[in-house]
């Protein structure tokens, strides 16, 4: 029996389950044909092929993971009922299941006194920390690495908060020397610490910014759409080790479980250290809150109908793999980020590829060696198209070339930018197809020597 159709068995059951909560309410669906809903589902299937194979480990590319099946099977139930966990007027249930996961996500960074709740996503929740942050330091200067996520300058341009960039050292890490020169010059309120960057998975020196904070007062933000589970990770180095264990001291985090938290797309999360941050989240809402004296979700987001599927999703996620050292969920990510480290080592020492830099988490970038910027980026594009051609996902990234030139002295430097191949191998799996993705690189890369 495959997983899928253990799923439909199981997933048939809890709604039967759910249905028995119900059954003294009249039925309250318009009648459909069913022939035709069959033939309209069976286009939906046949048009969903044109995708490319996002579960499988030949995907290498993009921040694509598959949710787990009781991820799925426990969002698809959630909808029969539809909650809208805005208020508990619309989502009694899921509510309170996003309040025990959300929970369960702050104490991996050692808070049980906090605020925080669920978003539609990373930028959603990065904006709602950047608008509190704004409230606390009004007009003030938002600093963000050259590498973090551009939402980040986007969001500013939203809020009409000053916002500038800070380059980055040559493991794309955030710089500390240009940090403190533009903390001397310019009135900043907030430092945007990236924790696994978009683009090669970077971790900024967060021990390092909290003790500039120490002197020059701003606040921390903490971006770990991407990367924010890796703190369960047991094969970190000792400084990407070092910028987790320091998140507790940050004054908000935000982390993505539809990325490495087996959660269907739209679930992110926003926490903040201080409960007291909830007084700018202040709302009348006269058709809302009446059910209940209790705190509602929507007093402390800046959404208003919200998901209550993906608090459901999540909840039980939670409960099949907790949030352990050591435990399940955690031993998959450690393994994510030995794939990562077993490719990088293989590449690193065949002296037909570069390699810009060593991974911090499970995000690999190489290119095929050339004698120039340009060149190299024209062979990564070719390895790009052949790979997929034998049913190999990879993706491209565009590096800074002067950073390439730090790494690669002989280069020569001909393009600001150079393309590189980029592979996320966020799935547990790639540890095990590692070989097989090496064999279609290597027979890419003799082709086109």
């Not at 969920?329 to 990088?344: G, H, M």
């Not at 930018?417 to 890369?445: F, N």
Request: proline content about 6%.
């Amino acid at each position: 029996m495959t997983i899928e159709t253990a799923s439909l068995g199981i997933l048939h059951k809890a709604v039967e389950k759910l249905a028995d909560g119900y059954r003294h309410l009249p039925a309250h669906h318009t009648e459909y044909d069913q022939q035709q809903a069959e033939e309209i589902l069976l286009q939906v299937a046949e048009k969903m092929w044109d995708n490319y194979p996002y579960p499988h480990p030949q995907y290498a590319g993009q921040m694509l993971k598959p949710p787990h099946p009781v991820a799925r099977m426990a969002y698809m139930l959630a909808t029969w009922i539809n909650p809208n966990n805005h208020a508990l007027d619309g989502g009694k249930a899921s509510s309170a299941m996003e309040k025990e996961a959300v929970a369960k996500i702050a104490t991996l960074y050692g808070w049980d006194n906090y605020l925080g709740h669920l978003t539609g996503g990373g930028t959603l929740a990065n904006l709602e920390a950047l608008w509190v942050a704004n409230h606390i330091h009004p007009g003030k200067t938002v600093l963000a690495s050259s590498q973090a996520h551009y939402t980040h300058s986007r969001i500013c341009g939203v809020l009409q908060i000053p916002f500038e960039s800070v380059a980055v050292d040559d493991q794309a890490r955030m710089d500390l020397n240009d940090l403190e020169a533009k903390l001397q010059q310019l009135d900043v309120g907030t430092v945007v610490v990236t924790l696994g960057t978009t683009g090669v998975g970077s971790v900024d020196p967060l021990p390092d910014i909290l003790r500039l904070q120490e002197t020059y007062g701003f606040r921390i933000h903490i971006d770990s759409a991407y990367g924010g589970y890796y703190t369960l990770a047991d094969n970190l180095t000792p400084q990407v080790r070092a910028a987790y264990d320091a998140i507790r001291q940050a004054d908000s985090v935000v982390v993505d479980p539809h990325k490495h938290g087996l959660q269907p797309y739209g679930c992110g999360c926003v926490l903040f250290r201080d409960p007291q941050v909830g007084r700018y989240y202040k709302h009348d809402s006269p058709y809302t809150y009446f059910s209940s004296d209790e705190l509602h979700l929507g007093e402390i987001s800046l959404e208003c109908s919200r998901a209550g599927a993906s608090a459901v999703a999540l909840w039980a996620t939670l409960e099949m793999f907790p949030l352990e050292p050591k435990g399940n969920f955690a031993t998959d990510l450690s393994r994510c980020r030995d794939a990562a480290l077993k490719l990088y080592a293989r590449l690193n020492a065949d002296n037909r590829f570069i390699t810009p830099l060593e991974p911090d988490l499970d995000i690999v970038i190489w290119a095929p060696k050339a004698a120039s910027t340009r060149e190299i980026s024209r062979l990564s594009q070719l390895t790009f198209e052949q790979a997929e051609a034998q049913d190999l996902y990879l993706a491209t990234f565009s590096y800074p070339s002067h950073l390439i030139k730090k790494a690669f002295p002989e280069v020569q430097v001909d393009s600001d930018y150079t393309t590189c191949v980029r592979s996320c191998l966020m799935k547990p799996e790639h540890a095990a197809w590692g070989e097989r993705i090496w064999q279609i690189l290597d027979e890419i890369q003799n082709a086109l020597i």
